[in-house]
Nanobody, 125 residues
Framework: QVQLVESGGGLVQAGDSLRLSCVAS????????MAWFRQAPGKERELVAETSGSGGRTYYADSVKGRFTISRDNAKNTVFLQMNSLKPEDTAVYYCAASNKWYGVPTSAAKFDSWGQGTQVTVSS
């Protein structure tokens, strides 16, 4: 069992930056790819960014390419999402997810075994 805890969300203005963190605990040796998803009110959960177990492969949704960067520190069992040039349409609850198996990118939400509780990101115009 892996537990994930996100932090770093908040209320910012358009153009600002935020850095989300997700710390894993429990059976961390089993963790492979990790990802950030988001879900806005009335919308489906969508994959924002994903990184392979080593961090050598990444994936970004078209809507965040060039603005968001996913990275991980395996020594600290932590994955980050650096979000720059935030837009109001980035407003959502952001969830961290982890899988114990590599499926290639992008990976569907159903393939992720562990989820965090989510952190709210609100971008005002």
């Amino acid at each position: 069992q892996v537990q994930l805890v996100e932090s770093g969300g908040g209320l910012v203005q358009a153009g600002d930056s935020l850095r989300l963190s997700c710390v894993a605990s429990g059976r961390t040796l089993s963790i492979g790819p990790m990802a950030w998803f988001r879900q806005a009110p009335g919308k489906e959960r969508e994959l924002v960014a994903e990184t392979s177990g080593s961090g050598g492969r990444t994936y970004y949704a078209d809507s965040v390419k060039g603005r968001f960067t996913i990275s991980r520190d395996n020594a600290k069992n932590t994955v980050f999402l650096q979000m720059n040039s935030l837009k109001p349409e980035d407003t959502a609850v952001y969830y961290c997810a982890a899988s114990n198996k590599w499926y290639g990118v992008p990976t569907s939400a159903a393939k992720f075994d562990s989820w965090g509780q989510g952190t709210q990101v609100t971008v005002s115009s």
